[in-house]
């Protein structure tokens, strides 16, 4: 009887490691976007001191979550960022690689130099957080533009109602940061950029890319049910393993 018990307990505990085997291949493959990942890529792409890392490993973590995207690149605009530096970057996941940097304005009720207010409503003339597919370019009085679907309910789906789109302007190129009083200017909630930026990078991303706009807000992150589901799937996956381990022993 006892050695019938301990070779039921060894294949009990070979088919568990089996299975423990494949759900970290399914959790890899579902969500790759695991800090652990999110630090690969970051390293991969030459990224640090360019990139803020909490907020590269948010874009990754939503990007793998968001089976409606249509294309393998990411654009991340980080509003932790003054306008007067680099803060929109936009990735080819496939190839990992950084493909191009530039400032872009926030809305001119989300703050001066800095982004801190941040709104889903009409008339607030605000940006708004979270993350976005980009559909199809249309030319309109900012020139050519690019229109952008919110994702995330209550946080930025008014965005197409409210014409949220990439275009560029004057006010956002860096000569204006001498007129505008050590700033970029500032627009009516759209991630404007230098009007030279703005077809490369339009090209760059539209048809159904993700873009992600972060900032350093305790509020989106409680908010954001993408952000939740990538880190839900990972719980998940794991806890019956040990529920299973603490019942055999």
Do not use: W
């Not at 972060?214 to 990972?234: C, F, G, N």
């Amino acid at each position: 009887m006892i050695i019938i018990r301990i070779i039921f307990i060894l294949l009990f505990l070979f088919q568990s490691a089996v299975e423990l085997r494949q759900v970290k291949a399914n959790t890899a493959s579902a969500v790759p976007e695991k800090k652990e990942t999110a630090s690969l890529l970051y390293d991969e792409m030459q990224l640090d001191g360019k990139v803020n890392f909490t907020a590269f490993r948010q874009a990754v973590s939503g990007y793998y979550r968001i089976t409606q995207r249509r294309r393998e690149v990411l654009t991340l605009i980080d509003f932790s960022r003054p306008s007067t530096e680099c803060r929109l970057f936009v990735f080819d996941m496939k190839e990992r690689k950084l493909l191009l940097s530039s400032v872009v304005a926030h809305g001119r009720n989300s703050g001066e130099n800095y982004a801190t207010s941040f709104s889903n409503e009409d008339g607030s003339y605000k940006s708004s957080l979270g993350f976005y597919l980009t559909d199809a370019t249309y030319n309109g009085k900012h020139g050519y533009s690019l229109t952008l679907d919110g994702l995330e309910e209550g946080i930025n789906d008014h965005a197409r109602r409210r014409a949220i789109v990439v275009h560029g302007a004057s006010y956002a190129d860096p000569s204006f940061i001498g007129k505008g009083g050590g700033r970029l200017g500032r627009s009516l909630g759209c991630p404007a950029v230098p009007s030279k930026m703005c077809r490369p990078l339009i090209d760059a991303i539209k048809d159904g890319s993700v873009m992600y706009i972060y900032a350093a807000t305790p509020d989106y992150v409680a908010q954001s049910k993408i952000l939740k589901a990538a880190r839900r799937v990972v719980r998940e996956s794991i806890t019956p393993y040990k529920l299973r381990y603490r019942m055999i022993s």
